[in-house]
């Protein structure tokens, strides 16, 4: 589904060069739900820009359902990501003066694509992630967490393969927290999206079949469920 081969991100500041990725090497299997932990500056978000096409990598390759990004133009990249990647920001990305419904239309808009039937993908977007009877309030009057839920529908609306979420739920208390891992956790068992999550929170971590730890630019260390461990391993993190 995701493979992903010596990965090398570098960033330039003047003569400064900065190597955030370090030759990661990943592998993602479809309808997978993989965490991804790691102090700041780790390198965990910059990989999932790399994951959705919104960087070039300095070098390696990224294959999803068996197309290299690396070697796309920006604008086959462009394409191919609102085909199939859905992101989910830790800031939302709403506009605030369009009502609920507009925004988990719009890439349908920017994309020339908005039919009846994309109509009634909408409406039981709506429903599923409980926000039927506010699609005609505008997003500024939105909790955190209902901003979330708008988010979370506006990603999935074109049923992308794959689902990228930066710190989903940063922004939310635990139990708001907790409705929307649920969610996103429902999606990935109905409809077998692959999801890859940035998160510092492992709680919201704790809801995905593999955990992986970055440091320094390079994977540290990768937790599975299946794992024996896996329960001891949880326990002494959240003591």
């Known amino acids: 589904m995701i493979n992903v081969k010596g990965l090398t991100k570098e960033f330039k500041q003047g003569q400064e060069i900065t190597q955030v990725l370090k030759g990661v ?14 102090p700041s500056g780790s390198g965990k978000s910059t990989l999932l820009q790399l994951l959705g096409g919104l960087d070039i990598p300095t070098e390696g390759e990224i294959s999803i359902n068996q197309s290299n990004l690396s070697e796309m133009t920006e604008k086959e990249r462009t394409i191919f990501r609102r085909k199939y990647i859905g992101f989910i920001f830790q800031n ?18 920017a994309d020339g694509s908005l039919t009846k039937e994309k109509n009634q993908i909408i409406y039981e977007l709506l429903d ?11 997003a500024n009057l ?25 710190e989903p739920t940063g922004n939310l208390d635990r139990n708001k927290a907790e409705e929307i891992l649920g969610l996103i956790s429902r999606f990935n068992r109905e409809n077998n999206q ?12 704790g809801f995905a079949d593999r955990i992986i730890l ?26």
Request: charged share 25%; glycine share 6%.
């Open 128 to 138: 599923s992630v409980g926000l039927k009877g506010l699609r005609q309030k505008r």
């Open 214 to 239: 970055f440091r320094d630019g390079v994977i540290d260390q990768v937790i599975s469920r299946k794992d024996e461990d896996y329960a001891k391993y949880m326990a002494n993190f959240m003591a």
């Open 142 to 166: 939105l909790s955190g967490g209902q901003q979330q839920r708008v988010a979370i529908a506006r990603a999935l609306v074109n049923r992308p393969s794959v689902l990228l979420a930066d």
């Open 92 to 109: 939302y990305q709403l506009l605030p003066t369009l009502t609920v419904e507009e925004n988990i239309a719009f890439p349908l808009h």
């Open 25 to 38: 090497d990943l592998n993602v299997e479809e309808g997978e739900f993989v965490a991804i932990m790691g």
């Open 194 to 205: 692959t999801i890859i999550m940035v998160t510092h929170d492992i709680f919201a971590a």
